[in-house]
């Protein structure tokens, strides 16, 4: 016969370790913790490179990681892999959320498209044009698009960080001109800082989007069964010279949003 123990059986240790366990958890499932750890990374981050052991920060963000499958060996900076890979896995949760309001949402008509995306237009045109009108050295002059991008993960951050505090409404809007403004600003650099788009690798794009589509079409509802067209549509970005999250983007642009009951 199985015998519970009370309470006051379980050894102390084992209680304080359920106790915390059970805090970090609660911590954990409240929505700003993601905003404050954010934060706090870049503070973290911020006071590292301008400290006297700037150089190990800066070799910590270079440090080589590879895979390798049999002689095939994939090897890059770790700042590569957070970068254009698991940032991708951030513009695919965006990029849903975007698709859910386009879908039957704050953004399901022209009209209310329209007020994101002209923010996020202006929000390029202008900071590039106070820069122009600041910098007249032509060598100047060339970073006219470093002030263009808003950055996503920081304002997806703040968002968490405020929680319920704001309008379900105000959040989309925010999330829509940041990930249209973000989009703007990597075709910028696709067609002015490189040397312009390699067009085959939109073949594999291609080729994964109707895969997508067409695993949609038999009714796969399987995540894993996503994950090989995805990675087929993020090697075809990377081949353009495109950042490559935007993948992510058209992956959940592309991701069916179940009807509401």
């Keep these: 016969m199985n015998r519970h123990l009370s309470p006051q059986g379980i050894p102390r240790a084992q209680r304080l370790a359920e106790r915390a366990f059970a805090t970090l958890e609660r911590f954990l499932h409240i929505e700003a913790v993601s905003g404050i750890v954010l934060l706090v990374a870049a503070a973290t981050a911020l006071v590292w ?12 963000w270079h440090l080589p990681i590879s895979f390798s499958i049999g002689n095939t060996e994939i090897a890059h900076s770790l700042h590569f892999w957070i970068n254009d890979a698991f940032m991708t896995l951030f513009f695919l949760v965006v990029g849903m959320e975007i698709r859910r ?49 808003t950055d996503i993960a920081f304002a997806v951050g703040v968002l968490a960080l405020l929680g319920k505090g704001i309008p379900g409404n105000v959040r989309v809007f925010l999330l829509a001109l940041a990930i249209i403004d973000d989009i703007i600003a990597v075709l910028i650099i696709a067609f002015f800082y490189s040397g312009g788009l390699e067009y085959h690798g939109l073949l594999p794009v291609l080729v994964g989007v109707l895969l997508v589509f067409g695993l949609q079409k038999i009714g796969i509802g399987s995540a894993w069964a996503y994950v090989i067209p995805g990675i087929i549509v993020w090697l075809g970005f990377l081949l353009t010279g495109a950042h490559p999250t935007l993948a992510g983007v058209v992956l959940g642009l592309i991701t069916p949003v179940p009807h509401s009951l």
């Design 49 to 60: 490179a301008n400290s006297p052991w700037a150089e190990s920060y800066h070799a910590l």
């Design 101 to 149: 309001e386009i879908h039957e949402g704050a953004l399901s008509s022209l009209r209310q498209a329209m007020l994101p995306i002209a923010a996020a237009v202006g929000g390029v045109i202008v900071p590039s044009l106070i820069y122009l009108s600041l910098n007249s050295a032509p060598l100047q002059q060339q970073g006219w698009a470093v002030p263009t991008a």
